[in-house]
Each structure stands twice: as structure tokens, then as C-alpha cells.
């Protein structure tokens, strides 16, 4: 299906006719959903990769096209067969963490591999995950990891803003000969570029109508990640006035970030709040795109570790330590710094084995807010955002 059908189609979903009825189907049926997940990962059974060795139990809810390679390389290295399971993408990492509350008691889990934190703080707050401080742990800086040792994060994305450079003329505004991909991100002018590349994006989100900017649904995924960190940041009150400003705007809610990438890449919008690795898809397949950092009032950016924990209870606690460590290696970070998504390192790498707009990234990254305060007020926004979209 090309960009501008998924795009045209995206569209129709948030129109702004359907846009109230739409948000209340939306909630049912994300409950829906997610209640049928957990039941059918209760039902179903795990992936196994491997028939030999001592086995390993993994819910896994990064991207299956890029665990995948790394789990059978742990396989490879360590004879350790490992039986996965994925989340569904509607629900990202909600239907697992839901499915690890539930099995609290009765833990068959042995690691939960997040494709982000708050979720992984949740679970650390109920009680579910044990407390493991190996070498891994250590190599990540403290910002990124549960002093305890119930979590360690690894491998990070970034909220960005993503550009039509068709729609709006980036490069003119920063001296940059083009506006695209790693161009905007690379070279010595980046600092005074992304200054100006910065305030020309503000000028636009305040400027008016904002039926030319996409944003996803913020009850899920990265974008409810984004309201946490703003609500922990400007307060709760200030952060739902944010959110009815957007909305009275007309901002075009979309089900996903890679719905918001699709909008902006056809040209149906002007720019939208995404992440790193939807962004870098886009720009790899050519489109007119390039991404913008979101910083808060101070400057910092918003940067989003994946997160591995073993469970508390587990089956296989030796095999679990072997896995984490894995994944928290050099080699890892590496490995899913080289993959399409471009993922952030976190602990110290040969800088020479980066991706160019990767040593970039990890500039931007090195300004991230904490996420811990925004684990703190994660559940009240959540409730908030539950009543929000309710149907009444």
C-alpha cells in the first residue's frame, strides 16, 4: 500500500466531523483489544526458537524485525534456547504488561524486554520484577537505570517532530544547503541550525489553525510517554490545557506514530510528533522528511531507553542474568544502533562503528530528561486521559 493511501486512509479515521464519535469508538475498542490480547496470551503458545539447552521464557515488546536477530544470536553464543513472545503492535507493550500483572503470582515469564520504561516502572511499583545488578548495569548511566537493579534501559529512541521540507522550508531558515535526514543532524552549523530550525517549528504549533499537524492518540505507546514527561514537567492542570488547546486547534489525531509519519510524508500534513526510528523509515524510503528534536521549555529532549527486567519468581533465574546481560553488552547497543530503526546507545561504544546520524542522535540524547518524575505521575495522566476519551 503506497504512503498516500495509508495516509488518505489515516485521515478519514480522525476527520474532524468523526472526530468525538471516533475518539469514543477508539476507547472501546483499544479496551477491547487489549483485554483480548491478554487472554489470547494466556491461551497461546510462546514462539520457541530453539529445541536444545536450557531454556529461557522472553515477552518481548520491541519490534519483532529487530529482537528477533538479536535473540538468536544470545541462541548462537550461549546454547540457551529461548521461547519468545511478542506483543501485538496495537497495543505495544500494554497487552504484556498487562499479561505479567496477571501472572504475578504464577510467573512463567523469566525476562521482559520493553520497548520503554514508564510500563516497565509499573511493574516494578506492583511488585513483578526482581532486583538483578550485573555488569550491564553499571555500563548504563544512572539516568537510564533503577538504582535498586529492577530495570536497566538500553537502546533508546527520541520524540521528534517530524518535517515535510516540501511543506516547509527548514533549510532556509538554518543555512543548511538541504533539510533532509542526516543533513540536518550532521556537520558543524547543527547548533545554530537546529536553533533556528527549532523556533521556526514553534512559530508554526502556535501560529493558529492546526489542522496540518498530526500527533497520535496519547492514551498509548511513546506519545503517552510524552504527555507523562510534560505533565511532569508544566503539572497536570497545565498539561490538559495544552491538550484542549491542540484539539481546539484542530490537530488530526492519529492511531499511531507511524500513521502521523504516513500524514506527514504524503504532504496531507505539514509536520507531526513521532519517533526516531518511524522517522528514519520515512527518510530511507525517500520521502520528503526530515525530524526536529522535542525540547522541553529548557531544552532537554525526550529520549526513551528500551528496558529489560527479570521477573521476580522466574523459572530460569541463571538463564535470565545471561540474557540481560546480553542485551545490555556493547554489542547489542550496536548492533540495534546499525539496524534501520538507529537506536540510541546508552552506555559507552566505539564511536566509529556508529551511523553518522546516530553520533548525532546521541548528542541530543545526552541532553534526555530523567524519566523518573515522569513515572511518578504516569497513572494520573493515564486516568485522566482514560476519562478524556470515555464515551459519555
Known amino acids: 500500500m503506497s504512503w498516500q493511501v495509508r495516509s488518505y486512509l489515516a485521515g478519514c479515521c480522525m476527520s474532524s466531523r468523526n472526530r468525538q464519535s471516533l475518539r469514543r469508538l477508539a476507547v472501546i475498542l483499544a479496551a477491547v483489544a487489549c483485554l483480548a490480547t491478554a487472554a489470547e496470551l494466556l491461551r497461546s503458545p510462546l514462539t520457541r526458537y530453539s529445541n536444545d539447552g536450557t531454556q529461557l521464557v522472553v515477552y518481548c515488546a520491541h519490534d519483532a524485525v529487530f529482537a528477533e536477530s538479536v535473540i538468536r544470536r544470545f541462541e548462537s553464543e550461549t546454547g540457551i534456547s529461548v521461547d519468545v513472545r511478542f506483543d501485538e503492535e496495537a497495543n505495544k507493550s500494554l497487552g504484556l504488561t498487562s499479561l505479567l500483572l496477571a501472572e504475578k503470582d504464577h510467573p512463567r515469564c523469566d525476562v521482559f524486554w520493553n520497548n520503554q520504561t514508564l510500563g516497565t516502572i509499573r511493574l516494578q511499583q506492583a511488585g513483578v520484577l526482581a532486583t538483578y545488578k550485573g555488569a550491564g548495569h553499571e555500563r548504563v548511566p544512572a539516568a537510564y537505570r533503577d538504582p535498586a537493579g529492577c530495570w536497566t534501559g538500553f537502546a533508546a529512541r527520541m520524540r521528534v517532530v517530524i518535517v515535510n521540507t516540501d511543506r516547509i522550508d527548514v533549510g532556509s531558515k538554518n543555512s543548511l544547503a538541504a533539510a533532509r535526514g542526516a543533513d540536518l543532524i550532521g556537520g558543524d552549523s547543527v547548533p545554530e541550525a537546529l536553533r533556528q530550525a527549532d523556533d521556526l517549528i514553534r512559530e508554526h504549533l502556535q501560529a493558529g489553525s492546526?489542522?496540518?499537524?498530526?500527533?497520535?492518540?496519547?492514551?498509548?505507546?511513546?506519545?503517552?510517554?510524552?504527555?507523562?514527561?510534560?505533565?511532569?514537567?508544566?503539572?497536570?492542570?497545565?498539561?490538559?490545557?495544552?491538550?484542549?488547546?491542540?484539539?481546539?486547534r484542530g490537530i488530526r489525531e492519529a492511531r499511531g506514530n507511524a500513521a502521523v509519519r504516513d500524514l506527514v510524508a504524503a504532504g496531507i500534513c505539514d509536520l507531526g510528533f513521532t519517533d526516531t526510528d518511524d522517522a528514519f523509515s520515512a527518510i530511507d524510503s525517500g520521502q520528503p522528511v526530515t525530524m526536529l528534536p522535542v525540547r522541553l521549555d529548557d531544552g532537554r529532549t525526550i529520549v526513551m531507553p528500551n528496558s529489560v527486567a527479570m521477573i521476580k519468581g522466574c523459572p530460569h533465574p541463571e538463564a535470565a542474568a545471561r540474557f540481560i546481560e546480553f542485551l545490555l553488552s556493547e554489542a547489542t547497543e550496536l548492533a540495534l544502533a546499525n539496524s534501520p530503526a538507529r537506536q540510541i546507545p546508552l552506555g559507552k561504544v566505539d564511536e566509529s562503528r556508529l551511523p553518522a546520524e546516530v553520533r548525532s542522535l546521541r548528542k541530543w540524547a545526552a541532553e534526555g530528561v530523567s524519566l523518573k518524575a515522569a513515572a511518578e505521575v504516569n497513572q494520573a495522566v493515564l486516568d485522566w486521559l482514560t476519562s478524556e476519551y470515555t464515551p459519555r
Open 210 to 248: 492546526l489542522d496540518r499537524v498530526a500527533i497520535a492518540q496519547p492514551m498509548f505507546g511513546t506519545t503517552l510517554t510524552h504527555y507523562s514527561v510534560l505533565a511532569a514537567e508544566w503539572g497536570i492542570d497545565k498539561l490538559k490545557s495544552w491538550h484542549h488547546s491542540l484539539h481546539s
